[in-house]
């Protein structure tokens, strides 16, 4: 696959499509089969309260997957990732009710680098607070 989107018609401060991913219980149940990662603290209240969380909280790698979604989507091939990183600032807490959570991720050329790259610069939230920091990507364009 290639990118369909060209090095030289994007620019610093192009914004990217901003994207709300919802995120349940049962969305959790499901990465963590498909993941391995059945830590308490991401399907049982109980465990997750007694140890000082608020309520079940994502995994951070689903919520790490879910934001880089807006780079992928936007370039329209993933291999076009070539680095990624995120600090983990704050849980994505998803009650137990039929709303579940909301992530919410936007995205913005940072910088202009050589080899047809750029850097992109995610904001991700959850109910208003930012929950990844420094989240970044560096993707080869066409």
Known sequence: MTTKIAYGDVEVGTELPTRT??????????????SGDFNPIHWNEKFAKE?????????GMFTMAEAI???TDWTGDPGAVVEYGV???KPVVVPNDDQG?????SGKVAALLDDNKVRVDLTVKSAGQKVLGMSRAVVRLA
């Not at 140890?51 to 995994?59: C, F, K, N, Q, S």
Request: aromatic share 8%; net charge positive.
């Open 101 to 105: 959570a909301t992530i919410e991720v």
């Open 69 to 71: 979604r807006v780079v």
């Open 87 to 89: 600090r983990f600032t």
């Open 21 to 34: 991913f919802p995120v349940t219980r049962a969305t959790l149940v499901q990465y963590a089969g498909a």
């Open 51 to 59: 140890v000082g969380l608020p309520d079940v909280i994502a995994h």
